[in-house]
């Protein structure tokens, strides 16, 4: 059984840094794709950043030059660090993870989701 398990969200203000983390189980991270979306009140859920299981890094434009994504696969744990946080970056923040071979992450498997806040 496979579950990924988000934490590090939180209420910050604009400008800070926060480390979101996903920590997986039953899959390894470093042999999956892995990816954060996040979803905003009244908004698409939306790819920011992932990771494929060769270590290619995708980044969303809104988030590039803020925003990175690494792996520990010693904790098999994914992690999204966001720095100079925009009230825009407001949503809840999910983890997937997409097995290698599978197009796309509509079909893999979800985490719960943790919910990011950035007040002005």
């Known amino acids: 059984q496979v579950q990924l398990v988000e934490s590090g969200g939180g209420l910050v203000q604009a400008g800070d840094s926060l480390r979101l983390s996903c920590a997986a189980s039953?899959?390894?991270?470093?042999?999956?794709?892995m990816a954060w979306f996040r979803q905003a009140p009244g908004k698409e859920r939306e790819l920011v950043a992932s990771?494929?299981?060769?270590?290619?890094?995708y980044r969303a434009d809104s988030v590039k030059d803020r925003f990175t994504i690494s792996r520990d696969n010693a904790k098999n744990t994914v992690y999204l660090h966001m720095n100079s946080l925009k009230p825009e970056d407001t949503a809840v923040y999910y983890c997937?993870?997409?097995?290698?071979?599978?197009?796309?992450?509509?079909?893999?498997?979800w985490g719960q989701g943790t919910r990011v806040t950035v007040s002005s």
């Open positions: 039953g899959r390894t991270v470093s042999s999956n794709n």
């Open positions: 997937a993870l997409s097995p290698k071979g599978l197009l796309g992450y509509t079909n893999g498997y």
């Open positions: 990771i494929t299981w060769s270590g290619v890094i």
